[in-house]
């Protein structure tokens, strides 16, 4: 069977080299680890498959479009670890046991499935070739973090872990790539029964309103609290809300999440 040349801009693919596949494999499973159970996002033609596939003991390779599904499962006919799955990715089931997701996902379709992995229960961790934008405004790179990011920080650490040059994809887009990892903390910054009040109080500080975090906390908390809040975890009351890290958030929290 002749091999599919031809991209979809509607699937927004861009397909990497092998070098940047081997490179995203090592840091989704580096050398010496092998997971059990691992979901790979957009196989593509299979550069990444076919690095990821040493890696673990099951490998669950999902491809929506429909002419690279007879390649890849030909291709992978020899390693019955391998599944090649023709469906979208975000209209899978999570598995029920611990399992990892890596892949080179579609950049019109990351914020999709950032939040399918984050919503899957028995997820350990997620490392995604994304926009290197996004990669860098998830992470904090910027010297600033996103809602997203605080919000899930208790239970997920984000991290930059590199940038592949876009002259690694065909064909070629117009920005380089960021490599996010999206890891499930063992034990979570809180418990189960501060996640509530961390939500909430987090929404209301990105929520805008009076132009700083500290005015923006001051519509449901007393001033005098607010600014004792500020104090614990040293912050200027004029800070944007962007500036503040996940870490000083956490001192915010143990002062005015009550």
Known sequence: MARPTATSRALSQNFLDRAGARRLAHLAVPHGRTVPLLLEVGAGKGALTEALAPRCRELRAYEIDPRLVPVLRDRFSGAPHVRVIGADFLAARPPRTPFSVAGNVPFSRTAAVVDWCLRAPALTDATLLTQLEYARKRTGDYGSWTLLTVRTWPRYEWRLLGR??????????RVDAGIVR?????????DAGACRSWRQLVELGFSGVGGSLHASLRRARPRRRVDAAFRAARLDPGVLVGEVAPQSWLRLHEVLGA
């Open 164 to 173: 592949i040059d876009r002259r690694s994809f065909r064909p070629v887009p």
């Open 182 to 190: 999206i890891e499930r903390r063992r034990t979570p910054l809180l």
